[in-house]
């Protein structure tokens, strides 16, 4: 997925150019995993923020939180496994954001046709409730009126279908997974908010943009990197984006939910 919004964001500039030729606005969606990147899917979201405002000056964004149940999401992916009598991970003290698809749709339609300032939109985090991601499981499962327990890494885990009887394993697994954050913020620890946005609910960040020229040697990098590496080499892109922003700490040197089951 991580590749896709690169090789995207090589393509980019053209596209921005035109549209600052034109005098149009460029919209593209972004998300809150940009913000204190520790995944490529981040960092790669970050970059493209970064290129988008450096190319045209109406450009918009938006940064926003998990949409539930979307594809590729774990929400999703426990329905995916309940339905297969499948062990069920969730990281331990997780907490996230979640919107619903009415409210993810409204954001882009808003963001997107919105004329009066131009920038990231994030949701006001004031206004929404941080969710823990056992307790949503719970509640899932709760739902569907199926029993659970409880099972550690440290203990030897059942990886065979769930019995007859409907007992759900959960496993509780650390929080050092790919691109996992305790909780989430809309927010960098380099960025503020500049103002309030004239989306409803939302704020408009003061981020940290840079030259065209600086972009230009970024995704020169990149092309570079695509062609002469085996694509199997993910470190090489860990190394390319902790080298582009300062505070980067992703590493493929850790599990993956999928990893631990």
Request: hydrophobic fraction near 35%; charge should be neutral; charged fraction near 25%.
């Amino acid at each position: 997925e991580f590749r896709r919004v690169l090789f995207r964001s090589l393509s980019l500039p053209a596209i921005l150019d035109k549209c600052e030729r034109d005098d149009s606005i460029f919209f593209s969606v972004s998300t809150d995993k940009a913000a204190d990147p520790t995944s490529l899917m981040g960092a790669s979201k970050l970059l493209m923020e970064q290129v988008m405002f450096s190319r045209c000056v109406k450009s918009q964004t938006a940064r926003f939180a998990n949409v539930a149940f979307s594809n590729g999401s774990l929400l999703s992916s426990w329905i995916t496994r309940i339905n297969r009598k499948e062990l069920l991970p969730v990281p331990e003290l997780t907490r996230r954001y979640f919107l619903s698809f009415d409210d993810a749709s409204a954001i882009c339609s808003q963001v997107g046709t919105n004329t009066e300032t131009f920038g990231i939109h994030v949701p006001d985090p004031t206004l929404m409730v941080e969710q823990d991601l056992l307790s949503i499981l719970i509640k899932v499962l709760d739902y569907f009126g199926y029993n659970y327990e409880f099972i550690f890494e440290s203990e030897e885990a059942d990886k065979k279908k769930t019995r007859q009887n409907h007992i759900f394993q959960i496993l509780l697994t650390k929080l050092d997974t790919v691109g996992e954050k305790q909780g989430e913020s809309f927010l960098s620890s380099m960025e503020t908010e500049s103002k309030k946005s004239p989306i409803k609910n939302m704020l408009l960040l003061d981020s940290i943009s840079r030259s065209k020229n600086e972009v230009h040697d970024i995704l020169k990098g990149l092309v570079s990197l695509e062609n002469r590496l085996d694509r199997s080499r993910i470190d090489d892109y860990y190394t390319f984006f902790s080298q582009i922003f300062p505070n980067y700490r992703g590493s493929s040197n850790r599990f993956s939910l999928d990893n631990r089951i």
